[in-house]
Every structure is written in structure tokens, then in C-alpha cells.
């Protein structure tokens, strides 16, 4: 059974400091990292996505991948009220041909 | 580009009832993924359909069945509805890419059963 394991949280930190999200995944021959927003009552949209172990930047956002230790994170520099959301982890088992499997997610909640 | 798009938004249906939620890709994207949502489980994967085939299955009972078609648009069913199928439904469409299916997510269906 693989899987995905995210502390559910929620995770509080105030307006402009670095919120910290971290997964976990049970699968070594996982390939492909993603790590998804969710706003209350929307659907999922994917904020970045990682393949390669350490870190990947994109303005407040770095994700950092530790194949060794299967290990994912996702910090949010700056962080804003508008980033309060749940953040799903998703892993890829390999490229294309295998279903996603997402954790049950992070409730992040930044405190003005 | 348009989105991938979900109809309906919105449904609710009774026991024993069946339904059939749609939905259409991102253009140019030939894989559709289907997912439940609740919140005790989280998103838990249905099925993976590609150039009208089913490519993978989750673990959920035959009252689940999904398909589609040339147009890359895909349709589930959920036939002797139950309680516990009260959930959002989530359709993702993918293409591939270098290292990995990067899939988008509709604006999901939400069904509620009484």
C-alpha cells in the first residue's frame, strides 16, 4: 500500500514569517513530487512540482525533495493570509502511467 | 486555454438513485483521472482513462464506472447511490512531461446523497 503522509495540522504562523510543510511517502520508486493548494470549497491547483533531489524555487515557494529519506517539503517564504489553504502532497510512482497518490493534507492558517 | 471543466457543479440525488458526472479536459490532453473527496478520507484516486481505455483503478466497488471518449472527454457513473457517496468529485486531466504527468484539476462536482 503506498503512501503519503502529511501532518493534518493546522499549522499556524503569523503574516510574514516561513511556514514549513512537510510529506512523507512510502514508496521509493516514487519519481514525481507535487505539492497542491486547496482553498476551502475549491478544487486543488498545483503550486509546483519536483523531480529532482534538493531544492526548486519559484518566488515564495521552494520545494525540497530528499529521495534517501523520502522526504518532501514545501516552505512558504513571506507567508500571507491568502496562503490559509490545505496543502496536499502528491507522489508519482513513475512517469505517466501511474495514478497520483495524494496525502490527506496540511490546513495552513497565517495569522495577520 | 480553457480548463478542464465539470458539470455539473452541483447535484443531489437520492438512495438507490444513479448519476453521471462529465467531464472535459484541457485541450490537447488525452488522460482523465477521477478522484472522491471527503473529508475523513481525503482525495482517494477512481480511475485513469487514456485514448478511451481505462489505464488504472482505484479500490472502489463496480457501482463505480467511468468512460471515455474520442474527444478525450470522459463521463463517471455511480449506479445504487449510497449515503456514504456524498463527496466532491474531482476530474484531472494530464499530459505528459519530462519527468512527470503534471495533472489540473477541475472545479469538481459535489454530490450529495440523502
Known amino acids: 500500500q503506498k503512501e503519503v503522509e502529511q501532518n493534518s495540522g493546522p499549522l499556524s504562523v503569523p503574516e510574514g514569517a516561513i511556514a514549513s510543510l512537510n510529506c512523507t511517502y512510502s514508496d521509493r520508486g516514487s519519481q514525481s513530487f507535487f505539492w497542491y493548494r486547496q482553498y476551502s470549497g475549491k478544487s486543488p491547483e498545483l503550486i509546483m512540482f519536483i523531480y529532482s533531489n534538493g531544492d526548486k524555487e519559484d518566488g515564495r515557494f521552494t520545494a525540497q525533495l530528499n529521495k534517501a529519506s523520502q522526504y518532501v517539503s514545501l516552505l512558504i517564504r513571506d507567508s500571507q493570509p491568502s496562503d490559509s489553504a490545505t496543502y496536499l502532497c502528491?507522489?508519482?510512482?513513475?512517469?505517466?502511467?501511474?495514478?497520483?497518490?495524494f496525502g490527506k493534507g496540511t490546513r495552513l492558517s497565517v495569522i495577520a | 486555454k480553457a480548463g478542464v471543466t465539470q458539470t455539473p457543479r452541483y447535484l443531489i440525488k437520492t438512495r438507490g438513485q444513479q448519476v453521471t458526472l462529465s467531464c472535459s479536459p484541457i485541450s490537447g490532453h488525452r488522460s482523465v483521472s477521477w478522484y472522491q473527496q471527503t473529508p475523513g478520507q481525503g482525495l482517494q484516486f477512481l480511475f485513469e482513462y487514456f485514448s478511451e481505455t481505462q489505464r488504472n483503478k482505484g479500490n472502489f466497488p463496480g457501482r463505480f464506472s467511468g468512460r471515455q471518449f474520442s474527444n478525450s472527454r470522459s463521463e463517471m457513473n455511480v449506479s445504487t447511490l449510497e449515503l456514504g457517496d456524498s463527496a466532491l468529485y474531482l476530474c484531472?486531466?494530464?499530459?505528459?512531461?519530462?519527468?512527470?504527468?503534471?495533472?489540473?484539476f477541475g472545479a469538481g462536482t459535489r454530490l450529495s446523497v440523502l
Open positions: 484531472a486531466s494530464s499530459s505528459p512531461t519530462g519527468g512527470g504527468n503534471i495533472q489540473y
Open positions: 502528491a507522489v508519482n510512482e513513475s512517469p505517466g502511467n501511474t495514478p497520483l497518490v
